[in-house]
């Protein structure tokens, strides 16, 4: 039997927050655990039910949810990056949900660490892939997200060449340097080369690569493996 998933949101829209409960419901897979106006609110809610909209936040700790769906702009003023901050240090996933399509915010949002980006005007079949991409541990993509990576220049966003890309790929995704070199026809001390240009291009970037972990880190925050 599959695990169910389970979710938490985080809106200041009454009405969403209500659809959702309803949609979520007739999907067997997931199971909405606790709903909030606000990150506060929620890091406060019952471990073992859906917390009241506009409650305050008083009870047990807040048992955190496999995957948290967050409004990029809520109403209290909180920035969206310490939201997402905030979620992750818990051990949730983040998937930010929007009214519109703003490109600024969207890669400001998976620079913070979010999961994925999703306008508020998908079906429930997109939300619930989403759900189920972001709790088996990878990225959801989106016609949104992919759009505003494809034109982000921002300086922080370092511009590949394609065999650039292509080693960081390989290389994040769990190959050896010599695999990777191997897969792209090349010998390992050019594999190496093209390596050391990535890093130095994001260090140059403000954002340093130290380890594989950073590299894969860089490409999920870039959406480089989005196509």
């Known amino acids: 039997m599959a695990r169910v998933i389970t979710v938490a949101v985080v809106d200041d829209d009454r009405m969403l927050l209500d659809g959702l409960q309803a949609w ?38 807040y048992a955190p949810a496999d995957v948290v769906l967050l409004d990029l702009v809520l109403r209290d003023g ?42 508020k005007d998908h079906d429930l079949p997109t939300l619930v892939a989403a759900v189920q991409d972001l709790a088996a541990g990878r990225s959801a993509h989106s016609v949104e997200l992919a759009f505003a990576c494809a034109h982000d220049n921002s300086p922080a966003r370092p511009q590949l060449s394609p065999r650039e890309r292509q080693i960081l790929l390989d290389y994040a995704s769990g190959l050896t340097l010599k695999s990777a070199a191997r897969r792209a026809g090349i010998t390992v001390h050019t594999a190496k080369d093209y390596l050391d240009r990535v890093k130095a291009k994001y260090q ?23 196509g």
């Open 204 to 226: 140059q970037a403000g954002r340093p690569t130290y380890t594989k972990l950073d590299l894969a880190r860089r490409v999920r925050e870039d959406s480089l493996d989005g």
């Open 24 to 61: 979520l419901g007739r999907v067997p897979e997931l199971r909405l655990v606790a709903t909030a106006a606000t990150v506060a609110e929620l890091l406060g809610a019952p471990a073992d039910g859906h917390l009241p909209y506009g409650s305050g936040g008083s009870g047990p700790v």
């Open 78 to 119: 909180s920035a969206p990056a310490d939201n997402i901050r905030r979620l992750l240090r818990t051990g949730s996933r983040v998937l930010m949900i929007s009214t519109v399509p703003d490109r600024s915010r969207i890669i400001e949002a998976i620079r913070a660490g979010a999961d994925g980006y999703l306008t």
